[in-house]
């Protein structure tokens, strides 16, 4: 009895009837239709797009010499 038990709570495996059923199915989705869905979601994911280069920095320079700073000093503040 313990053994006609266990069989009757035994886990049923539905695998080939699930597959049978899956592929019985007349509806085939065309190529190029999944292939563009496929292209716009690999698209959409930040992991696929390539990392975004900085922008290069212009080293800061100035346009004034040590001269014209000296030039505004003393005539600015008055010094000699």
């Known amino acids: 009895s ?4 266990y069989h009757k709570k035994k886990a049923v495996n539905h ?4 597959l049978r059923y899956m592929l019985k199915g007349q509806f085939v ?3 190029a239709v999944t ?7 690999r698209g959409r994911k ?7 280069k900085a922008a290069k920095k212009k080293p800061e320079g100035t346009v ?5 700073f000296r030039k ?3 005539e600015y503040f008055g010094r000699p």
């Not at 695998?15 to 699930?18: I, V």
């Open 64 to 68: 004034f010499t040590e001269e014209d």
């Open 72 to 74: 505004f000093e003393r």
């Open 29 to 31: 989705a065309n190529k």
């Open 35 to 41: 292939e563009q869905v496929l292209a716009q979601n």
């Open 15 to 18: 695998l080939r009837a699930n």
């Open 2 to 5: 313990d053994l006609e038990e």
């Open 46 to 52: 930040s992991r696929d797009q390539p990392p975004k």
